[in-house]
């Protein structure tokens, strides 16, 4: 009888030591001998994205997130992943579904803010990504020029299209 738990702990070392290819593949086989293990489906979904392998991480994270057992940063982690990888393979409104999901579940995370804008902006919303992405910056960051006009970047980040007559 194999131990999950065991066998999931190697996996993890194995892709922390940058033993892809190995992680991988004992993540496989694990997700075979126990296919609703939800911290083995997120595991091999990550291992893929590592590998570059983004359509085969799909239906892990999909599978690691219908499930319950992730912790929050794990659940975090596996919609980034799943809503940056369907951006990657040019499946925009599945990306924007899944990383608007996250910024609801997630609200002050600015990661998946920042991947949102950016599935918005290729499924082609545009200005909702650039007023988003505006909004951000001008609560984050510490630059002193770009804080002088706080006020004025957050108001015309809600109506990039005003004009004043």
Do not use: C
Request: aromatic share 8%; no cysteine.
């Amino acid at each position: 009888m194999i131990d999950v738990e065991e066998q999931l702990a190697r996996a993890v070392s194995l892709r922390e030591s940058g033993s892809l290819d190995q992680a991988r593949d004992l993540l496989l086989h694990l997700s075979t001998v126990a296919p609703d293990h939800v911290q083995v489906a997120y595991q091999t979904a990550w291992v893929h994205d590592l590998l570059g392998l983004e359509r085969e991480a799909v239906p892990f994270y999909v599978r690691a997130l219908d499930g319950d057992g992730l912790s929050a940063a794990e659940r975090r982690g596996a919609t980034l992943g799943l809503g940056s990888t369907y951006r990657s393979l040019g499946m925009y409104a599945e990306a924007v579904g899944v990383l608007a999901a996250g910024a609801a579940e997630f609200p002050g995370d600015r990661a998946l803010a920042v991947f949102l804008a950016m599935a918005r902006y290729n499924a082609g919303d545009a200005k909702e990504a650039v007023a988003s992405l505006l909004t951000l910056l001008a609560d984050t960051t510490s630059d002193p020029d770009i804080q002088r006009y706080h006020r004025a970047i957050t108001f015309y980040a809600e109506d990039l299209d005003r004009v004043w007559s």
